[in-house]
């Protein structure tokens, strides 16, 4: 069985521009969330979605922001990048919230 | 809100010896209590879960207890090797549809 797939991997971006990760999630997954992983402030979520609609959202600025297809897929997106960007941005998806999420490997975002 | 705070180390031990790592949490309603894993350049592992009060999650040889009582859920595992040095983190999630981490705890095992 597939597990989570981000894309790409490692990104490096400068400072002003925008950028748009994807995940696709293991087949029959329905719930997609997104992550930011950074040294000092640790795993904070940023939204979930479930059936292309968004239930949750978390602190983060409005140049945040996500989506959700009908096949399950999900994007995020990150405009007018700045250095505090910089992070390993991580998507998760379940097919039940309370037993679990199942995570991809993550990408790299550096903003320069 | 939601929160856990867990021991924060590092830990370093030295093979076969026991490992422990706190973790206490604040939460409204019933939520699900996990302990993620994070190799070096790779995202989280569940490791394991436990829905409700007196589950024992177990995988691996670790274990933890879901104590509503005393709000924890404490990782262990009797005998660690040095393929477990990796970072640990607990977290808890349900209702409000994400899952809320403690701040992460680096372990170490020495040969």
């Known amino acids: 069985k597939a597990g989570v797939t981000q894309t790409p991997r490692y990104l490096i971006k400068t400072r002003g521009q925008q950028v748009t990760l994807s995940c696709s999630p293991i087949?029959?997954?329905?719930?997609v969330s997104w992550y930011q992983q950074t040294p000092g402030q640790g795993l904070q979520f940023l939204f979930e979605?479930?059936?292309?609609?968004?239930?949750n959202k978390g602190n983060f600025p409005g140049r945040f922001s996500g989506r959700q297809f009908s096949n399950s897929r999900s994007e995020m997106n990150v405009s007018t990048l700045e250095l505090g960007d910089s992070a390993l941005y991580l998507c998760a998806s379940s097919a039940d919230i309370y037993y679990g999420y199942t995570f991809g490997s993550g990408t790299r975002l550096t903003v320069v | 809100g939601n929160s856990v705070t867990q021991m924060e180390g590092p830990v370093t031990l030295s093979e076969e010896a026991f490992l422990t790592i706190n973790c206490t949490y604040t939460a409204t309603g019933y939520p699900s209590l996990f302990w993620y894993v994070q190799y070096p350049g790779e995202g989280l592992q569940l490791l394991l879960k436990?829905?409700?009060?007196?589950d024992k999650g177990s995988n691996k040889g670790f274990e933890a207890t879901y104590r509503k009582e005393t709000t924890s859920f404490h990782l262990e595992k009797g005998s660690v090797q040095v393929s477990d040095s990796a970072v640990y983190f607990c977290a808890l999630g349900g209702s409000n549809y994400k899952l809320t981490f403690g701040k992460g705890t680096l372990l170490t095992v020495n040969p």
């Open positions: 087949s029959g997954h329905r719930s």
């Open positions: 979605y479930f059936s292309e609609t968004q239930r």
């Open positions: 436990a829905t409700k009060a007196d």
